[in-house]
């Protein structure tokens, strides 16, 4: 199930990269009409349409390689239901939208559940009960037999009674028993060590998910809202003279970019919230929103 919702969400994400790429084939499919349009009436330079000529045809690239990477993650996602080829057009998904995570001390106080320490739970009782067995082994059998025997020699009867009692048991045992405890305590050690580490990895990816979401809600908030304007501004200043070729590309390359990082951002967040679903075994998501993005494109 784990690997199930990685494939799924490197499809979401990839088809929103391809999105972003489609975008940017039309902008700079726009740019090169734009510059052609100047370059014939004299208002721009020759070498400004075979910039963006040139442009266009990596815009272009980048849409074939970002088309080829979707089919390829669509078909490692219709492996996992044993299909070689993916039947499906798209997956269905909001990439930019994030339920409430529950807290670190939440997820720490559920670890006892997790499957990796129950297994060394189950390893230390059936220690235990080795341990017991070894214990009960050292205590004394002793055994005693009573009867009655005729004395010739007086031409009597007496009663007579034996007691016997093994001696060094307790030594004889316990190097076992020591053995048996070392082992008990082995495994104690063991599910501590095991606590502390999914503890680190836990505050390590929460950590990383914190980081992406921020990634993700600043340049949504700011970075790209703000690019989407200077873009218009760079356009229009353009094409009434007012600004360069080199401040209009420029631009709209820093757009594209920040799109693309704040996509690649957002699969990280749903990949490390997956992450932490399989250190804790449970969902690590309550049911009520806290932040929903929603992209403009």
Do not use: C
Not at 38 to 52: D, I, N
Not at 63 to 76: M, V
Not at 215 to 228: F, G, R, S
Not at 275 to 293: C, H, Q, R
């Amino acid at each position: 199930m784990g690997e199930t919702t990685r494939r799924y969400i490197n499809v979401i994400v990839q088809q929103a990269l391809h999105k972003t790429e489609q975008r940017a084939e039309m902008l700079a499919r726009t740019m090169l009409q734009t510059v052609s349009t100047r370059v014939e009436a004299g208002a721009s330079s020759p070498l400004e349409k075979k910039r963006a000529e040139s442009a266009l045809s990596q815009a272009r690239l980048s849409l074939l390689i970002s088309e080829q990477k979707l089919n390829e993650y669509k078909r490692d996602l219709a492996i996992m239901w044993g299909d070689t080829n993916a039947a499906f057009a798209e997956v269905e998904g909001t990439l930019l939208s994030f339920p409430n995570s529950l807290s670190l001390e939440h997820m720490l106080s559920q670890l006892q559940s997790n499957p990796h320490v129950l297994l060394y739970a189950d390893n230390y009782r059936v220690q235990e009960a080795r341990l017991r067995v070894v214990q009960a082994s050292q205590q004394f059998d002793i055994a005693w037999e009573a009867g009655i025997r005729r004395m010739q020699g007086i031409d009597d009867t007496a009663l007579v009674a034996s007691i016997s009692v093994p001696l060094n048991t307790k030594q004889r045992n316990l190097g076992e028993y020591e053995q048996q405890r070392a082992l008990l305590d082995s495994i104690d050690y063991q599910k501590q060590a095991k606590i502390r580490e999914l503890t680190r990895q836990l505050n390590q990816v929460i950590s990383a998910k914190d980081q992406a979401l921020l990634t993700v809600t600043t340049l949504q908030d700011n970075v790209v809202p703000t690019l989407e304007s200077a873009l218009k501004l760079a356009r229009d200043g353009y094409e009434s003279g007012r600004y360069n070729y080199i401040e209009w590309v420029t631009t709209q390359q820093q757009l594209i970019d920040m799109q693309r990082t704040m996509i690649k951002a957002a699969g990280l967040v749903h990949l490390r919230s997956a992450d932490l679903e399989a250190l804790t075994g449970i969902p690590v998501f309550s049911d009520s929103p806290s932040t929903s993005a929603q992209s403009s494109q």
